[in-house]
């Protein structure tokens, strides 16, 4: 933005030889370059700057998907591996919370199934899936 515009009347003394409308430096020369110049495209134009590296780009591409696979792939599959850890280690008279929770004591593990028994009182028991099992409450020393 350091250009200059100059306007004057032809019959003035101050008066260039031709009166434009182009940008001026400070001296009173035009900033815009002559065709034939060595870096002007056709037709007297300055052509667009070229752009960086292609490897810039390489680069921002691998670091992009090396985020996507740290929060969309990873995290996912540690949870479902201690998800499964928990169920595996689930054992007799452990208290769980099921993820629709309900709070109960493990009776019996069979297979993909356990059995929780939910009331004392009446002796009320529930057969839920493993998967179903949100927290282990007894292995984390509490009641949530």
Same mark, same amino acid.
């Given at each position: 933005?350091?250009? &200059? &515009?100059?306007?004057? *009347?032809?019959?003035?003394?101050?008066?260039? !030889?031709?009166?434009?409308s182009e940008p001026v430096d400070a001296g009173g020369q035009s900033t815009t370059?002559?065709?034939? !110049?060595? =870096?002007?495209?056709?037709?007297?134009?300055?052509?667009?700057?070229?752009?960086?590296?292609?490897?810039?780009? &390489?680069?921002?591409?691998?670091?992009?998907?090396?985020?996507?696979?740290?929060?969309?792939? +990873?995290?996912?599959?540690?949870?479902?591996? *201690? *998800?499964?850890?928990?169920?595996?280690?689930?054992? %007799? =008279? /452990? +208290?769980? +919370?099921?993820?629709g929770g309900i709070y109960g004591t493990v009776m019996d593990v069979k297979g993909?199934?356990?059995?929780?028994?939910?009331?004392?009182?009446? =002796?009320? %028991?529930?057969?839920?899936?493993?998967?179903?099992?949100? %927290? =282990?409450?007894?292995?984390?020393?509490?009641? /949530?």
């Open positions: 933005m350091d250009s &200059w &515009w100059i306007l004057a *009347q032809a019959g003035s003394q101050e008066a260039p !030889s031709r009166i434009g370059q002559a065709p034939g !110049s060595p =870096n002007t495209g056709p037709g007297g134009t300055t052509p667009p700057p070229r752009p960086g590296s292609p490897y810039g780009l &390489w680069l921002m591409m691998i670091a992009i998907f090396v985020v996507m696979y740290l929060f969309l792939l +990873r995290g996912p599959r540690k949870q479902q591996q *201690q *998800q499964r850890q928990m169920i595996q280690s689930l054992k %007799k =008279n /452990d +208290r769980v +919370r099921t993820i993909d199934e356990v059995v929780l028994k939910i009331d004392e009182a009446t =002796n009320t %028991k529930v057969h839920v899936s493993a998967s179903a099992i949100g %927290k =282990n409450l007894s292995q984390e020393g509490g009641k /949530d």
